[in-house]
C-alpha cells in the first residue's frame, strides 16, 4: 500500500469544472490524503511545519492543479519555497524526501496536439514542468510522468465524468501498487503509458492495469 | 383581590400543573389535557369552580384574542402573497361549501334559511387556538398538511369579520327575547352601534376595521419607538398588553369580535422592527390564557343537556365533524396534497372552532336564532373540540402509519416563514460591518438590536433590523434560532455576551457562535465557555496599525504584513493556551489583577515564544553556507 498525499492548489474552485469533479473523487477515496491548498492557506500564510510532517507521512506526493501560465497557480510555488527549505528537503543534511515519488495531475485548456514543437504552444506539457522535475530530482524523489486532461475548455460533462474516471484508476492502482513505477518511467506522460485518450470526443479506453 | 379569586386561580392552575404533563407524558399533546382538567373542575366533574365558573370563559377567550394577535404577527403581507393561493382557493373553498353543505342540511332539519345560513356559516369555522396548538406540538406546522390547515385557518379567521357584519342582516326570524348566551365575547353588554339599523351596524363595523389599520400603520409605530427609548423592559410590555386590550374594548364598544380586532392589528405590524419583541412580551399570556380557555371549555361542556338529549348531541358531533372532515379531505386531493397532508389537514380541522361561541352569542343577541337553536350547537362544538386531539392522535399512531407517502416535516423545504442562515446580535459597528460583508454576498442576515435609535436609522435603509434584547430565549426562538445556522454575537457588553451564549448552548446547540471578545479576559471567558470562535475586537486593527509603524520604520511591505500575520497567530495561540492554564487562578484573583497578571504572562512569553523565523524557506544564507562548504570540499 502506498500512502498517497494530494496537494491540491486551485485559487477558483467555485468556478472549476475539472477539478470539482476530480476532487469529490479523492475526497472520498480511502488511503489518500487530501490537502487543499487554497483551503488551508487563504493568505498564503503557509504552515510550513504542518506541511513538512505531512510529506514525511506519505510515500506519493501529487501536485494537482489547473496549468496557469505553462506553470502552476502561486501558492503551489509559495509552497515550494517556503515548505521545501534547504536542510530539510535538499542541501548536504536534507533528506527528508529522498526515495519518496512525485506525480503531477494537471489540467490544461489547450489541447494534446497544441503542446508539441512546432505547434501552438511550440513545447510539450512535459518540458514546461522541467521545473518540477529537476526539483524532484534534486530533492532525491522519483519523477513520474504526468497525468494530463487536455482541452478543459471544450469538455463536456461526459467527458469531465470519463476523466473522473480516469483519474481514479489511477489513484487506486498507484495506491494499491498495481501500477510498476519503474516501468512508467519510460514514458513521456501518463496518459501514454496507461493508454489513456488525451483527446475529446473519441473512444477512451479503460484504463489497464 | 378576594380570596375566592385566589382560590380560583389556585384551582386552575392545580388543574393544570397536575393535567398538562400528564397528558404530555401519555403522548396526548397539551390541550387535550387542559380540557380533561377543565372537565374534572367543572360543575360535571369535581365543581371546584363555584359561581366565578362562567366568567372564566369569558376571561379566557382573552388568551384567543392574544393567539389571533400573534397569528397576525407572523403574517407579514409578503408571507400572505405567497400563500395567496390555498388561502383564498382551499381556504375560500373550505368555508364556502362547507357553509352551503351546513346550511342546506340545517334547513332540510327544518330551520328556516336564515337561520340555516347562519348556522352554516358558524359550523364551517374550525379551531385556530387547538389546531395550530396541536400541529406545533407535533412539529407539522410546516408541513404541506400543516401549511394548509394554516391557510384555510386563516381564511376562516378572516371571514368571521363578513360574518359579524352579515349576521345582523340574517335577524328577524325569533321574535323572543336573548336568551342567556353562553360565554360570549362581552356581546351581552349594550354596545354603541346596537340601538343602530342594520346598515348602519354594518357600516360601523368596516368603519372599526379601517380605523385598527390607519391606526396601526401611523400611530403605533411612533408610540412603540417613543416606549423602546425608555429600554425599560415591563414598560414594553405593559404597552403590547395594553394595546391588545384597548383593541378588545374598542372592538366590543363597536359590537365587533375583539379577537379580530387584534388579529388585523398584528397584520399591521407584522413588518415592524417591534414584531419579535412584540411576540416575546405577549406570547407567555397567551399561553397562559390560551390554556386557561382550554380548561373554560372543558369546564363548559354542559353535560346535563348532553345527558338529557344524548342521541341528538352524540349524532348532531358525529355529522358535524363527518361533513367537515369529507369536504376537507375532497378538497384537499382537488389542491393535489399528498395522501398523507390530506388527511392530516382532515383529520386537524373537522372541529368546530372557539369562533362559534362568539358567534353563537352574537347571534342570539342579534336574534338571529334562539338558544334552543345556539345551545345544543354550543355543546357539539364544545365536544368537537375535544375529539380533535383524540383524532389528531388517531391519525398519528392508526392511519398516518399505513399511508404510503410519508413525509416529515425536517424534509418540506417551503418553510412558511423562509428564515436567514444568520442572526446578528448586536448592529452596532463591528456587527454591521460583519452584516454588511454577509449581506454583500447574498447571505441573508437577521439582525437583534435593543438600541431603539438605531434600529429606526437602519431601517430606513432598509435593513431588517429587530427590536429587542437578544439574551432572551423566547426572542431567539421568534427570530428563527431553530432553523439558523450561525450566530454573530456582536453585543456592547461581555456580560450580555456571555448570557446569550449560556442560552444559545442550552437551547440551540446545533448554532455554530462567533463571538467578539474585548479582550484577553473576555476571550478567556468565551473559550472557557465553549465558544471556538473568538474574535478579539482590537486585534486585527492594532496589528494593522503596527504593521504600518513597521513600514514607516522601513521594512518592507511583505515583510511588515508577514511580521503581523506570525504576531497574529501567536497570540492566537497563546490566548487558547493560557486560557487552559489559568483555570483556578482566576477564582482568587480580581478580574484587574487578572488583566495584569495575564500581560505579564504574554510579554514573559514573547520574548521567548514567537518563533520569527518561520519563512526559513526564502532565507539563502544557509544555502549559501552550504554551498561554501561543497565548494571547500572539492576544491
Ligand atoms: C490564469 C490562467 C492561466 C491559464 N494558463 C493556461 C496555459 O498556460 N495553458 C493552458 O493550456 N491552459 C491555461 N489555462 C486554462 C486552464 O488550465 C483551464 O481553465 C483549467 O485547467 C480548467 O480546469 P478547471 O475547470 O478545474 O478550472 C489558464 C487559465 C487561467 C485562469
Known sequence: ?209 | MSGDFLFQAFVYLTAAVIAVPIAARLGLGSVLGYLIAGVVIGPFGLGLLGEGGEDIMHFAEFGVVMMLFLVGLELEPALLWRLRGPILGLGGLQVVVTTAVAATVAYLLGLPWQQALAVGMILALSSTAIVLQSLAERGQLKSAGGQASFAVLLFQDIAVIPMLAIFPLLAGTVATAPGDAHGADAHAATTLVSGLPPWAQTLAVLAAVAAIILGGRFLLRPVFRAIAATRLRELFVATALLLVIGIALLMNQVGLSAALGTFLAGVVLANSEYRHELESDIEPFKGLLLGLFFLAVGASINFALILAQPLLILGLVIGVVVLKFTILLALAKVFRLGTDQALLLAFALPQVGEFAFVLFAFGVQEQVFDGSVADPLVAVVAISMALTPLLMIFFERVIRPRVGTKETAAQEPDAIDERNPVIIAGFGGFGSTVGRLLRANGVGVTVLDNDADRVDALRRFGLQVYYGDASRYDLLIAAGAQEAKLLVLALDTPERTLDLVHTAHKHFPHLQILARAFDWQDAHDLLDAGVPYVYRETLDTSLRLGTDALRLLGFRAYQAQRAAQTFLRYDEESVRTLTGQRGDRTVYLLAARQRIADLEHILQADLTGIDLARDDGWDAEPLRADFARVVEKTD
Open chain 1, 1 to 209: 500500500m502506498t500512502r498517497i498525499l494530494i496537494l491540491f492548489a486551485h485559487p477558483a474552485l467555485e468556478k472549476s469544472r475539472v477539478h470539482r469533479r476530480l476532487v469529490r473523487v479523492a475526497q472520498e477515496m480511502p488511503g489518500v490524503t487530501f490537502n487543499d491548498l487554497y483551503e488551508a492557506y487563504p493568505t498564503f500564510d503557509i504552515d510550513v511545519r504542518r506541511e513538512q510532517a505531512l510529506l514525511a507521512e506519505h510515500d506519493l506526493i501529487v501536485l494537482q492543479h489547473p496549468l496557469y501560465w505553462y506553470s502552476t497557480p502561486a501558492l503551489l510555488k509559495q509552497w515550494q519555497d517556503l515548505v521545501l527549505e534547504h536542510g530539510w528537503a535538499y542541501g548536504s543534511q536534507g533528506h527528508a524526501l529522498r526515495g519518496k515519488r512525485l506525480l503531477i495531475i494537471l489540467s490544461a485548456g489547450g489541447r494534446a496536439e497544441a503542446y508539441q514543437p512546432g505547434a501552438f504552444n511550440r513545447f510539450t506539457i512535459r518540458e514546461f514542468l522541467a521545473p518540477i522535475e529537476q526539483t524532484a530530482y534534486l530533492c532525491g524523489m522519483a519523477y513520474l510522468p504526468p497525468l494530463i486532461f487536455h482541452g478543459a475548455h471544450r469538455m463536456t460533462l461526459d467527458d469531465i465524468g470519463q476523466a473522473a474516471g480516469h483519474y481514479r484508476h489511477v489513484l487506486e492502482a498507484l495506491r494499491d501498487d498495481a501500477l510498476d513505477p519503474a516501468a512508467l518511467g519510460a514514458w513521456q506522460t501518463l496518459n501514454d503509458a496507461l493508454n489513456i485518450m488525451p483527446m475529446i470526443g473519441k473512444s477512451t479506453q479503460a484504463v489497464t492495469q
